[in-house]
């Protein structure tokens, strides 16, 4: 049981990118799902989460505008459309689905305890 993350890479200032986060071997449908990124000599960030009840969504106000979280529960899989991206937002992109939390706690006070977490996936944007 577990969630993977894929489609980090690397892209110019300006670019985009596409993440998954696909859960194996239970449904993540009944999970809230956050993303959330480490840049180098950084703590972890909650970039944006998604419900799993209404669908609602919260994002931090660095990313507003910018990127979309959307999940689609036939694929098992949650996305993060990253549009804009600048140097700053070069960091490891991590997944994770908690069945307690809510999407604003769940963004704000990012908590190791959540039910599972992928191992990441690296962004760089950089020319």
């Known amino acids: 049981l577990h969630v993977e993350e894929s489609g980090g890479g690397l892209v110019q200032p300006g670019g985009s990118l596409r993440l998954s986060c696909a859960a194996a071997g239970f449904t993540l449908d009944r999970y809230a799902v956050g993303w959330f990124r480490q840049a180098p000599g950084k703590e972890h960030e909650g970039v944006s989460c998604?419900?799993?009840?209404?669908?609602?969504?919260y994002y931090a106000d660095s990313v507003k505008g910018r990127f979309t979280i959307s999940r689609d529960d036939a694929k098992n899989t949650v996305f993060l459309q990253m549009n804009s991206l600048k140097p700053e937002d070069t960091a490891v992109y991590y997944c994770?689905?908690?069945?307690?939390?809510?999407?604003?706690?769940?963004?704000?006070?990012?908590?190791?305890?959540?039910?599972?977490w992928g191992q990441g996936t690296q962004v760089t944007v950089s020319s």
């Open positions: 998604i419900s799993d009840s209404d669908g609602s969504t």
């Open positions: 994770a689905a908690d069945s307690r939390s809510t999407i604003q706690a769940m963004c704000n006070t990012p908590s190791f305890l959540y039910d599972y």
